[in-house]
């Protein structure tokens, strides 16, 4: 392993010095970002002021004082131009799973009699499982799920979208294998159809650059806990593109999506901007991590993040030739980088035990079920150098087959 030209190539990063702003384990290597970010430490100050200041000294007086009330809009802003939207369209509340009932149950009702929701069979499962609850609750004369392949949506949009189509349910990239998804030209064809369609931005958000407004996107949705390092569970993200938001009828109405939050009026009246995506009273402490993590992205170029991404992960693809127990390891990920997020994953028998092993040896990766072992790269903190030590550990745990150790064959709940 040259790891010297590894520091040279970290040497020359423009994003090298982002790296200071987080807290990295000592002598870790975290390979999960796309699963959770790691704590930058204006976050680990925020929260601590937040809690011993704001909230301490300050109790109820800080919805005004420390403008709390505002978070979830003053956060959504600095969300929106990483996903490519102008302000007034996004704001931060709730999961991912709450945001997409809310945009799918209001898609639906903007469709006018249309019931059919398209997606991939192999979306993250509670975009499906969104999907399958509204059906319930609606009969599938309102609400149908069409679940379809990959490949076969790409190919042939056209046989699975049609007139009876109310939503096509879109996540860009693949939580599996990592394949991203070309938005741009499927949300044309499915509104050459009419029907709205809805981005999962999860894998995507914070990675790469994406382009909702340019996109012609209707709806989005994302999470701040991974490359957005806004914590374990953070607030979600949700989007609505300007020209829906006057008719919008979201069905969670809560008082703080009310024109009048504080009137306590006992009729809903919706607030007419993206404020209606509110439903509850926002989590505070969690918001705020959230946006003091959001502030690492500050003047950071997302096309640079993205060229990133790519390098780190050829490389990892690059060095993990180079040893004889490669081919055991059989890539899922797209071949073409531009096809693909900022993770690779692996199809290997013994994908979990050796994942497990990984972790021991401090390199952070993750397993995914059946057999996948998934390697995340976050650019703003990930160096060339942690691909070397990574991959390094990765062999020795591969020539000494240390994953076939009973410790490493026990599932764990999180996996």
């Not at 949506?153 to 990592?178: C, D, K, M, W, Y």
Request: glycine share 6%; with cysteine.
């Amino acid at each position: 392993m040259d790891f010297a030209a590894l520091a040279e190539r970290d040497h020359a990063d423009p994003l090298a010095a982002k790296r200071n702003l987080f807290r990295i384990p000592t002598d870790t290597i975290y390979l999960d970002g796309n699963s959770l970010g790691l704590m930058t430490h204006a976050t680990a100050t925020r929260v601590q002021e937040v809690v011993q200041r704001q909230w301490a000294n300050d109790g109820i007086k800080s919805w005004n004082q420390h403008d709390w009330v505002n978070l979830p809009s003053l956060v959504g802003e600095k969300i929106a131009p990483i996903i490519g939207a102008a302000p007034g369209q996004v704001i931060c509340c709730d999961s991912i799973s709450v945001n997409l009932f809310k945009v799918l149950s209001a898609a639906i009702k903007l469709q006018d009699g249309r019931t059919q929701v398209v997606s991939t069979q192999d979306n993250f499962p509670t975009d499906l499982y969104m999907v399958q609850g509204l059906s319930q609750l609606l009969g599938e004369k309102h609400c149908a799920l069409t679940t379809v392949d990959e490949n076969a949506l790409l190919e042939q949009p056209s046989q699975f979208i049609n007139e009876h189509t109310a939503v096509v349910l879109l996540t860009e990239v693949n939580f599996r294998t990592g394949r991203r998804l070309p938005l741009q030209q499927l949300i044309a064809q499915a509104h050459a159809h009419g029907a709205l369609v809805i981005v999962d931005l999860a894998h995507s958000a914070g990675a790469m650059p994406v382009e909702l407004d340019a996109w012609q996107a209707d709806f989005a949705v994302g999470c701040t806990y991974k490359y957005l390092n806004g914590g374990p569970g953070a607030p979600s993200f949700v989007y609505v593109a300007k020209r829906h938001l006057q008719r919008l009828n979201q069905p969670l109405a809560g008082w703080f999506g009310h024109a009048q939050p504080f009137a306590f009026d006992p009729v809903y009246q919706p607030a007419d901007t993206i404020k209606q995506m509110l439903s509850g009273t926002p989590s505070i402490i969690a918001m705020s991590a959230v946006d003091a993590a959001l502030d690492a992205f500050t003047g950071v170029d997302l096309q640079q993040v993205r060229e990133k991404s790519i390098a780190l992960s050829e490389l990892f693809l690059e060095l993990l030739a180079s040893y004889d127990f490669a081919h055991a390891f059989e890539c899922i990920s797209p071949a073409d980088a531009q096809a693909r997020g900022s993770q690779l994953s692996f199809a290997h028998d013994d994908a979990y035990a050796i994942c497990q092993a990984l972790i021991e040896a401090n390199v952070i990766a993750d397993f995914r079920a059946p057999n996948y072992l998934r390697v995340g790269f976050t650019p703003l903190y990930t160096s060339y150098t942690d691909i070397g030590v990574a991959v390094e550990r990765l062999a020795a745990i591969m020539q000494e087959e240390s994953y076939r150790a009973p410790r490493f064959q026990q599932r764990h709940a999180v996996t």
